[in-house]
């Protein structure tokens, strides 16, 4: 369906909603509102949606649309276990993205010791830092072992390239870009080896919301899951809105629609796995980022019934390739 689609003629209104993508400019991860959007997949639900773009999904602007109910937008357990009243009822990619790139002196985790490290997206407990934090920990070395230097989003690619950090999560795409602008810089590992069942992405919303209007959820969940199916079955259709939401060439694009589909980083369907946030929910308790007496269940983190409605409103469940999720 086209952009220009005013929705379907049963439309008793375009019901307005904000959408959240947890960097700016977006990953190619994160874009699929953009795809919704512009393939006219949420004007088919009835939905007029608003995407804003955030500093990293734990960023105080993130956190504060999301605990005020102005926004949908990336929600982790943490937040959770640390009592923002809300829940996940969709997970747009389950799985991480992204390698970790270091400078061409960097040839072991070790030999991060004394480096600059990015905290790039909300600093102290962003995903950059945790990430680090697990990297360093896989070798006997802490935190005061580097130093992490907070940075805009956008400062990743810049900042390896330029030396004013020396190791990085980067999505696919950056990762391309950066190796092309240094090529000595390169992958140390796959985030996926290190933490193969950490959630890495998943929609969420205000529970006073989600009580009060869960069909707009609903239905703006299920135009994405439509985008996300969409993504895998035709990259020539994706690839120039991917383009335009990230900025990017079309080479880096379409190196990181290759990465991310072929790893099934995006869902096709709720996205939830319970052991996968259960096991999340656990690393995050063992590492202190939630009490263990604030621990919160399974139920209380996901809306497992609000994401089973919005993949039949999608259509049902499908698999495509090896992805189920």
């Known amino acids: 369906m086209p952009a220009s689609a005013a929705g379907t003629p049963d439309c008793k209104e375009m019901r307005k909603i904000n959408v959240g993508v947890s960097t700016t400019p977006p990953n190619v991860v994160h874009t699929t509102p953009f795809v919704a959007k512009a393939l006219g997949l949420f004007a088919k639900h009835c939905i007029d949606a608003t995407i804003l773009q955030f500093e990293g999904g734990g960023s105080p602007a993130a956190k504060a649309a999301l605990s005020q109910g102005t926004a949908i937008t990336n929600l982790s357990d943490i937040a959770v276990g640390r009592g923002v009243k809300a829940q996940q009822f969709w997970a747009i990619a389950p799985r991480l993205p992204q390698v970790y790139a270091v400078s061409a002196d960097v040839k072991t985790v070790a030999e991060l010791k004394g480096k600059k490290l990015s905290a790039a997206g909300g600093g102290v407990g962003s995903l950059q830092w945790r990430v680090g934090r697990e990297l360093l920990k896989s070798v006997g070395l802490t935190i005061n072992d580097v130093q992490f230097v907070a940075q805009g989003t956008a400062g990743r690619v810049p900042g390896l390239v330029t030396g004013q950090i020396d190791g990085v999560a980067l999505h696919p795409e950056d990762f391309h870009l950066a190796v092309q602008k240094k090529p000595s810089i390169h992958a140390l590992l796959d985030l996926t080896k290190v933490l193969p069942n950490f959630v890495f992405n998943a929609y969420g919303a205000q529970s006073a919301w989600i009580a009060r209007d869960p069909a707009l959820l609903r239905d703006t969940a299920a135009a994405m899951i439509e ?35 072929k790893n099934c980083v ?4 709720e996205g939830f796995n319970p052991e996968r946030t259960k096991w999340t929910i656990d690393y995050d308790v063992s590492t202190g980022d939630i009490a263990a007496d604030h621990k919160p269940t399974f139920e209380q983190v996901v809306d497992m019934k609000l994401a089973t409605e919005a993949v039949e409103a999608a259509g049902g469940r499908v698999t495509i390739g090896k992805c189920t999720e």
């Open 266 to 269: 995006w869902s096709v369907n």
């Open 227 to 261: 985008a996300n199916r969409i993504i895998y079955r035709d990259r020539d259709k994706v690839v120039p809105i991917m383009m335009k939401a990230t900025g990017d060439t079309k080479e880096a694009v379409e190196f990181a629609w290759a990465a991310l589909t």
